[in-house]
């Protein structure tokens, strides 16, 4: 029987968050901590419906797992963590990335991760097994979780009709990138490719999931630009006309320290950090 897979979506991020089991135990990927950043009001509505939901099917949680550091939304691992257990886990270059914003929040130390993940990895869950792949191109240590027929992606990938991640973050690279999706579009074609996110166009809702078969003929940044030198000025290109994600700097703070918060300063209040001009 293969693992069983509920997504959750967080319509103010546009993140799909996981529970995936097996056996009577559970992991969480990507989980969602709510941020209101005009209030600077937290939020663990959705972190507390999965919560509901593994509570109602006696699951046993026995990983966090990240695909990235997120820039995007806060990450709830932490809060996972202390609730239920768990192990937070994500890939072990998450050390560069740490490198590359030390200068910026030195003050929080080492990732606190409970495990960095090589490429080929294999995580027991249930009765199955999570393998981890190194697809790094949106930031260094990006990976996926292969389990069974599914594969989570991150934001390797999205639905066909979107698209291809940026990668002018920090430790981006669009050549990596490319590189990973087609090590992603050379498994099986029936394999489900589960999105971190989806920007749906006017006129359909958020879907979690496509095939690798459907990605290979519909993705439009890939048709446009299926050759490697070709996708890569095009995917810069586009880099050079987002704007910064809202949420970019409590986000890589945060999940820099695996969805830990700043510790409350003498006055009993928590702040974040908003760095000028560092870019």
Known sequence: MAVDIEPFFDPDTSTFSYLVSDAGEC????????????????????????????????????WLLETHVHADHLSAAAWFEARLGGTIAIGERVVEVLRLFERLFAHEGTAPFGRLLADGERLALGEAAIEV??????????????VDDAVFVGDALFMPDV??????????????LYRSMQRLLALPADTRLHFCHDYPPSGRGPSAWATVAAE??????????PAEDAFVACRK??????????LLWPAVQVNLCAGRLPPAEANGVRYLKVPLDAF
């Open 133 to 146: 792949l190194h697809t790094p191109g949106h930031t260094p240590a990006c990976v996926s979780y292969r």
């Open 237 to 246: 290109a586009a880099d050079r006309g987002l704007s910064v994600p809202a």
């Open 163 to 176: 698209g291809t991640a940026r990668c002018d973050f920090p430790g981006g690279d669009a050549r990596a």
């Open 27 to 62: 992991a969480v990927i990507d989980p969602v901590l709510g941020y209101d950043p005009r209030a600077g009001r937290l939020s663990t509505a959705q972190a507390e419906a999965i919560v509901a939901r593994i509570a109602a099917r006696g699951l046993a949680p026995r």
């Open 216 to 225: 290979r003929a519909g993705n439009v940044d890939l048709r446009a630009a």
